[in-house]
């Protein structure tokens, strides 16, 4: 006696030969077998692309950071040559630097006195020339 499924049967009846379907059934399992080992593969992949993305996010984030802090570097050392370039270069005053040196600027009202000016002297000092003949 032969035991069949319902499926065999269908097929016989159907005029699908069995033989050549045991065949087929090794290939069918070969190939479920090459597919779960693909599966495999890629699962593995995405794993080890999650992986490698999350260790990306993370250097990005460290990145980040370090380039935050050497703008807030870059900024202070902005900040500190301005300082000192106006300290440098910023309108001085020599008689607030040094009080002694005071004495030698010397106010024109005092400069004056007792001195004739250019007018009176220019005035006091005529030549006359006579005319060529």
Do not use: C
């Amino acid at each position: 006696m032969v035991s069949l499924t319902w499926q065999q049967l269908q097929w016989l009846l159907s005029g699908i030969d069995l033989r050549a379907m045991r065949g087929l059934q090794k290939k069918i399992e070969q190939l479920q077998f090459l597919l779960l080992d693909r599966e495999e593969k890629i699962t593995s992949l995405v794993l080890t692309h999650q992986t490698k993305s999350i260790s990306f996010e993370k250097e990005i984030t460290t990145l980040a950071q370090s380039l935050k802090s050497v703008t807030f570097q870059r900024d202070l050392y902005k900040e500190q040559l301005v300082a000192k370039t106006r300290a440098l270069f910023a309108a001085k005053s020599e008689a607030r630097r040094n009080p002694a040196q005071g004495e030698l600027f010397f106010n024109e009202a005092e400069q004056g006195e007792g001195e004739e000016t250019e007018t009176e002297t220019a005035e006091s000092t005529k030549i006359t020339v006579t005319a060529h003949s």
